[in-house]
C-alpha cells in the first residue's frame, strides 16, 4: 500500500510538471476534437502525430498519445448522443437510449451522465492499472520465448474472435499483417526480405504510415462512398444537470459499468467496445423496466459510458506490463514507445518509472481535464459539428502526408500510405476488419523473433509450447478461443451482436 | 474501358470470394519472393523439397530456422484460408453493398498523397502542400474552386507555421527544384 502511495506520488510528480500538463491537456482537448468530428478515428490520429511527439521526451509523448486516446473517447459519446452518430465504435451503444435522450430534450442530463461515468471509471481504472500493473509485470519477467511466442498467438486469436464478420477473414487479415511486419532486414541473418529492391525498405514498412493508409486514408475513401447529409443536429442543450432520480439511476449502472469495463478491457482484441456492450446487456437484463431501453434509458448511457472508458484505460496494462497491445490504438502506442527506443513490456516499469507511473497519473488528471472541458464548453463542440466533410478531409490529407513523411524523410512512406489506404479501403468494403491486420503488423517481428528463439533453446522441438505449463496453458486458451468461435450456435450468436452494432 | 469498370462492380458483391483471390494473390506473392525465380519454378518442376533447396531467403529447420521459415508458413496459411474462402464465395450468392466506387475519391486522394512524395524534396513544402491539398480537396464532388483554394491557403500557412517554425522540421520551404525563381538557399 505504501508502495502503492510512493509510486502514484512518483507518477503525480511526472505529470504535474508543467510541461505535461500542457502537453496531456493539448492531448485530450486534441482527442475530443477528433472524437467529435466523425471520419477521424484515432488511431490514424495517434499514428499521424507520432513525428511529432519523437522530439519529446518518452513520457511526455505517451502522455499526450493517451490523453489522445480516452479524449476521443469521450468526445465520441458527445456526437453519439447528439447526433446519433458515434465518433466512436465504442460510443455506439451510447447512441441507442442517448440520441433518444436527447430527442425528448434531455441531452443535458445524457451529456453530464456520460461524463460523471467516464469520470469515475477512469478514477478507478487509473488505481486498477495501479495495483495490478506492477505484480503482473513482475510475473511477466520470468516469461521465456516460449511463453511470450504463446502469449502473442492468444492475443491474435483473440483479436480475431472479437473482429467483425468472417473469422476466416479475420484470420487472413492477422497473417496478411504479419507478413507485412516481416518486410525489411531479417534480425538474425541481416538478409532484406520482401523489399523489391528497394533500399529504403529494409527498415521494414514505417508503423505510422501502414495506420494511417489503413485506418486513415481507407475511412476518407468510404466517407466519399456516398456524400449525404448529416442526421438532425440538436444543436441546443440546455439544463445540464441530472435530477435527483436521475443521480439514483445511474449510481449503480456506473458501478457495474466501471467493474466490466475494467476487466474487459484487459483482454486483447476487444477492450472498450466490448466492454461497453456487455455492460449494455447487462443493465437491460437485471433493469426492472426493459422496455425503457432503446426509449431513452439513462442507465443505458451510464453503464455503457463508464464502461468503455475503463475499458479504455485498463487496455494499456497488457501493453505497459507484457508488451502485447490490445487493440489498434494500443498497437500504434506500442508504434511509439518502439520509436523513442523504449521496447514495451515487464521492464518498463523498473527501467522507466517515471514514464509508467507518470503516465498513469496523468489519465487521472486528464479525465479531470475532460469533465471540465466538456461540460461547460459543449456548446462549442456541438458547433464543430457543423463544419462539413468535405472541409475537413483535405487537412487529414495533408497532415497525414507530412506526418508520414517526416518520420524518416523517405518519399517510399507516402506511396505506402497510399498503397495501404488503397489496400484498406477495398479489404474493408469486402468485409474485412482492418484491427487484426494492424496487431499482425506490429506483432510480426516480434512473433518471429521468439518462435525462433523458443525452437533455438529447445533444439527445434516444437512441443516445448506445449510442455512448458504456462505457454501450455496459453496455447489450449488460444485453441478454445479459436475452437468456441467456430462452434456454430456461437458463430449465430457472434453474427447477431455485430448486427445489431451496425 | 467500362466493361472494366461493370466487372469490378459486379465482383466487389462476391466478397469471399474476392477476398479469397486476394489472399492467394498475396501468399504467392511472398512465396515466389522467398523462394526467388530459380526456386519458385523448382517448386513446380521438382517438387518442395527440393525447391527449399533452391529458395533465395534460406528456410533452414526448425532448429536453426532460416530468414524464409516464418513467412513460408504463414504464407501455408494464408493459401489455405484464401482456398476456403473462394471455395464459400463461388458458391454463395452475390451479397453486400451497392454502394458505388468512390472512383474520383480514389484517384484525387491517392493521388495527392503520391503527388506529395514524389515533389516534397524538389519542389519543398510550401508548394507541394498547396498543390497537394487542391488535389485531395477535388476528391468530394462538392467542392468548388473557390473553397479549395481558400483550404488550400489557409492549410499550407497551418502546415508552415506548425511543421516548419513550431516544431522545426528538417523540411525546406522552397526545393531545389524552384532555385532558379527564388535562387539556391
Known amino acids: 500500500m505504501e508502495d502503492l502511495l510512493g509510486n502514484l506520488g512518483l507518477g503525480m510528480s511526472v505529470a504535474l510538471t508543467g510541461y505535461n500538463i500542457l502537453f496531456c491537456f493539448l492531448g485530450v482537448l486534441l482527442g475530443t476534437l477528433i472524437g467529435v468530428l466523425p471520419g477521424v478515428g484515432p488511431v490514424a490520429t495517434i499514428a499521424m502525430l507520432l513525428p511529432i511527439t519523437v522530439e519529446f521526451s518518452p513520457a511526455t509523448a505517451m502522455i499526450m498519445l493517451a490523453g489522445i486516446y480516452y479524449g476521443a473517447q469521450y468526445?465520441?459519446?458527445?456526437?453519439?448522443?447528439?447526433?446519433?452518430?458515434?465518433?466512436?465504435?465504442?460510443?455506439?451503444?451510447?447512441?441507442?437510449d442517448g440520441y433518444k435522450m436527447a430527442r425528448k430534450g434531455r441531452a443535458g442530463p445524457a451529456l453530464a451522465t456520460a461524463a460523471l461515468g467516464s469520470f469515475f471509471a477512469g478514477t478507478v481504472a487509473t488505481f486498477v492499472i495501479a495495483v495490478f500493473a506492477p505484480p503482473l509485470a513482475r510475473y511477466a519477467l520470468k516469461f521465456g520465448p516460449p511463453e511470450y511466442f504463446s502469449l502473442m498467438l492468444l492475443g491474435l486469436i483473440c483479436a480475431v474472435a472479437l473482429a467483425h464478420g468472417s473469422v476466416i477473414k479475420a484470420l487472413g487479415m492477422v497473417i496478411l499483417g504479419l507478413l507485412f511486419g516481416l518486410i525489411g532486414a531479417d534480425l538474425f541473418s541481416g538478409m532484406n526480405r520482401f523489399t523489391f529492391g528497394i533500399r529504403?525498405?529494409?527498415?521494414?514498412?514505417?508503423?505510422?504510415?501502414v495506420a494511417v493508409g489503413i485506418f486513415g486514408i481507407a475511412e476518407i475513401l468510404r466517407n466519399l462512398e456516398n456524400e449525404r447529409e448529416r442526421d438532425a443536429v440538436i444543436t441546443k442543450v440546455t439544463g445540464l444537470m441530472p435530477t435527483k432520480d436521475d443521480l439514483k439511476r445511474i449510481v449503480w449502472p456506473i458501478l457495474r459499468g466501471t467493474g466490466l469495463g475494467s476487466l474487459l478491457g484487459v483482454l486483447p482484441g476487444g477492450g472498450s467496445i466490448l466492454a461497453a456492450f456487455a455492460a449494455y446487456t447487462v443493465e437491460k437484463r437485471i433493469s426492472k423496466t426493459p422496455e425503457e431501453f432503446g426509449q431513452g434509458a439513462i442507465e443505458g448511457v451510464a453503464g455503457p459510458e463508464s464502461a468503455n472508458?475503463?475499458?479504455?484505460?485498463?487496455?494499456?496494462?497488457?501493453?505497459?506490463?507484457?508488451?502485447?497491445?490490445?487493440?489498434?490504438?494500443?498497437?500504434?502506442?506500442?508504434?511509439?514507445?518502439?520509436?523513442?527506443?523504449?521496447?514495451?513490456?515487464?521492464?518498463?516499469?523498473?527501467?522507466?518509472?517515471?514514464?509508467?507511473?507518470?503516465?498513469?497519473?496523468?489519465?487521472?488528471?486528464?479525465?479531470?481535464?475532460?469533465?471540465?472541458?466538456?461540460?461547460?464548453?459543449?456548446?462549442?463542440?456541438?458547433r464543430l459539428l457543423t463544419i462539413p466533410y468535405y472541409v475537413l478531409f483535405p487537412a487529414i490529407i495533408a497532415f497525414a502526408a507530412i506526418g508520414?513523411?517526416?518520420?524518416?524523410?523517405?518519399?517510399?512512406?507516402?506511396?505506402?500510405?497510399?498503397l495501404f489506404g488503397a489496400l484498406g479501403y477495398v479489404l474493408v468494403r469486402l468485409g474485412?476488419?482492418?484491427?487484426?491486420?494492424?496487431?499482425?503488423?506490429?506483432?510480426?517481428?516480434?512473433?518471429?523473433?521468439?518462435?525462433?528463439?523458443?525452437?533455438?533453446?529447445?533444439?527445434?522441438?516444437?512441443?516445448?509450447?506445449?510442455?512448458?505449463?504456462?505457454?501450455?496453458?496459453?496455447?489450449?486458451?488460444?485453441?478454445?478461443?479459436?475452437?468456441?468461435?467456430?462452434?456454430?450456435?456461437v458463430a449465430k450468436k457472434r453474427r447477431a451482436v455485430f448486427q445489431e452494432e451496425t | 474501358m467500362r466493361d472494366l469498370r461493370g466487372l469490378l462492380q459486379t465482383s466487389l458483391h462476391r466478397h469471399d470470394l474476392m477476398v479469397g483471390l486476394i489472399f492467394i494473390a498475396f501468399a504467392l506473392y511472398f512465396v515466389a519472393q522467398t523462394f526467388g525465380v530459380v526456386g519458385f519454378a523448382a517448386l513446380f518442376t521438382e517438387g518442395f523439397e527440393a525447391a527449399l533447396l533452391d529458395a533465395d531467403l534460406p528456410v533452414g529447420t526448425a532448429r536453426r530456422m532460416g530468414p524464409g521459415f516464418f513467412p513460408l508458413?504463414?504464407?501455408?496459411?494464408?493459401?489455405?484460408?484464401?482456398?476456403?474462402?473462394?471455395?464459400?464465395?463461388?458458391?454463395?450468392?452475390p451479397d453486400g453493398n451497392i454502394q458505388p466506387m468512390p472512383w474520383r475519391g480514389m484517384l484525387f486522394i491517392l493521388g495527392a498523397t503520391i503527388f506529395f512524395g514524389a515533389t516534397v524534396r524538389g519542389l519543398g513544402l510550401v508548394p507541394t502542400t498547396a498543390i497537394a491539398v487542391l488535389l485531395a480537396s477535388y476528391a468530394s464532388q462538392r467542392m468548388t474552386l473557390r473553397l479549395a483554394a481558400i483550404l488550400s491557403v489557409v492549410l499550407t500557412i497551418f502546415v508552415l507555421a506548425v511543421f516548419h517554425y513550431g516544431l522545426g522540421l528538417p523540411l525546406r520551404v522552397y526545393g531545389p527544384w524552384l532555385d532558379f525563381l527564388f535562387g539556391a538557399g
Open chain 1, 75 to 96: 468526445g465520441g459519446s458527445t456526437t453519439a448522443i447528439l447526433m446519433n452518430m458515434p465518433g466512436e465504435p465504442s460510443s455506439s451503444v451510447t447512441a441507442i
Open chain 1, 309 to 382: 472508458n475503463a475499458g479504455a484505460q485498463t487496455s494499456f496494462i497488457p501493453l505497459l506490463t507484457l508488451g502485447v497491445p490490445a487493440n489498434p490504438v494500443m498497437a500504434v502506442m506500442m508504434g511509439a514507445m518502439i520509436l523513442q527506443g523504449i521496447i514495451p513490456g515487464p521492464a518498463v516499469i523498473t527501467r522507466n518509472p517515471d514514464l509508467f507511473w507518470g503516465v498513469i497519473a496523468s489519465m487521472w488528471i486528464g479525465n479531470a481535464m475532460l469533465v471540465i472541458l466538456n461540460l461547460p464548453l459543449i456548446g462549442l463542440w456541438v
Open chain 1, 432 to 489: 474485412c476488419e482492418p484491427a487484426p491486420f494492424l496487431l499482425g503488423f506490429v506483432l510480426g517481428p516480434q512473433m518471429e523473433e521468439h518462435l525462433r528463439r523458443a525452437l533455438i533453446i529447445s533444439r527445434g522441438d516444437w512441443s516445448v509450447f506445449m510442455t512448458r505449463p504456462l505457454s501450455a496453458t496459453l496455447v489450449a486458451a488460444a485453441a478454445v478461443v479459436l475452437l468456441i468461435v467456430f462452434v456454430p450456435q
Open chain 2, 73 to 93: 508458413l504463414l504464407t501455408g496459411l494464408l493459401f489455405g484460408l484464401g482456398v476456403i474462402l473462394v471455395a464459400r464465395g463461388v458458391r454463395a450468392t
Open chain 1, 200 to 209: 529504403e525498405l529494409s527498415d521494414g514498412l514505417n508503423f505510422a504510415a
Open chain 1, 404 to 418: 508520414s513523411y517526416s518520420i524518416a524523410s523517405n518519399e517510399y512512406d507516402l506511396y505506402a500510405l497510399a
